[in-house]
């Protein structure tokens, strides 16, 4: 069994892949542990395959029947993966081969359960046009987690395979992948440790859709917080609407001359209806069994736990 598997969606990465392995064995044949690459061909129309094909051992080549996403990718070499604990990385440049071996490590001594590279190094290349929508991304993730998140969807991290097997129901086959099992850890209580890396410019065309992924994203995050935290969801607009009763309330009174009861009680009742539903999510989600945690994990922090 290796010490690590390392998994890389490619698609298209003709002009990439092969370096982007050489520098991994490079690297990981410097730190001493059993590994396994474990690119995942997505279906490619370029020589991506054939350049796979043509890689030495500790390369195993993995095939989606179709292209089925970055996702899907990542979860076909996971579950392929004989290693208790699995990597992820680009086959296109972007991420540094050198920062593995920390990341690795943090898992390994079980600093955390998954350790992620951070992209606030003193060489990041990401376009301009990209960071607008992923600054506002960060921010409704940070609310949804509930403290600062350096790098929601680095695609550059190290994590324990029983946890993301728990997880394969809610994660997705696109690129909001990696934003999904980073919510779902940290709403879990499972540890998170950032460490800060470069980005560089990646070799070949990107795949991402700004408009169309950023708009995914975003849905995946309130889907998200719906799922794991839903009072943080519910309540704010239940308070919302609670204030627009009182203000329309106030206004029709004292300007108007006449108080609009009837609106103003549709906005009250909707706010107590929304309000309830916001709770009763939150009971449902606290009460039901937590399919994320192992037994050992749940039975440590039930309610019913004399340790609590």
């Known amino acids: ?19 982007s392995l050489a520098d991994l064995r490079k690297v990981m044949d410097e730190t001493g542990l059993s590994y396994e690459l474990l690119p995942v061909d997505d279906g490619s129309t370029d020589r991506t395959a054939e350049v796979l094909a043509g890689q030495p051992k500790p390369v195993k080549l993995l095939r989606n029947s179709s292209n089925l996403g970055y996702g ?9 993966a004989r290693s208790p604990i699995v990597a992820i990385t680009d086959a296109d440049g972007t991420y540094p081969a050198e920062a593995l071996p920390d990341l690795i490590k943090a898992v390994k001594t079980e600093l955390c359960d998954m350790a992620v590279g951070a ?18 991304l960060r921010m409704l993730a940070n609310y949804v987690a ?24 809610v994660l997705p086959d ?39 992924d950023t708009a ?28 627009l009763a009182v203000i329309w309330a106030g206004f029709s009174m004292f300007v108007l001359g006449k108080l609009a009861d009837v609106s103003t009680l549709i906005l009250v009742v909707a706010s107590l209806q929304i309000g309830a ?32």
Request: charged share 20%; hydrophobic share 40%; with cysteine.
């Open 174 to 212: 696109g690129f909001s992948l990696t934003t999904t099992i980073t919510l779902a850890m940290l709403t879990n209580g499972y540890q998170v440790d950032y460490q800060p890396i470069d980005y560089f410019k990646r070799i070949g065309a990107s795949k991402i859709r700004p408009i169309r």
């Open 119 to 136: 992209r606030t190094g003193e060489n990041v290349s990401i376009p301009f046009v990209r960071r607008p929508a992923k600054w506002a």
């Open 146 to 169: 509930g403290f600062p998140i350096p790098d929601i969807n680095s695609g550059l991290r190290v994590f324990r395979r029983e946890i993301a097997l728990r997880m394969m129901g």
């Open 72 to 80: 899907a990718s990542i979860k076909h070499g996971i579950r392929k």
């Open 1 to 19: 069994m290796p010490d690590v598997s390392i998994v890389i969606p490619c698609y298209n990465e003709e002009g990439g892949v092969e370096a």
């Open 216 to 243: 995914n994203f975003t849905k995946l995050t309130v889907k998200m917080a719906i799922y794991f935290a839903p009072l943080k969801f519910f309540i704010p607009f239940s308070m919302g609407l609670l204030g």
């Open 277 to 308: 539903i916001g709770l009763l999510a939150e009971l449902i989600n606290k009460r039901a069994p937590n399919v994320f945690r192992n037994e050992e994990d749940a039975e440590a922090i039930s309610p019913l736990s004399p340790e609590r």
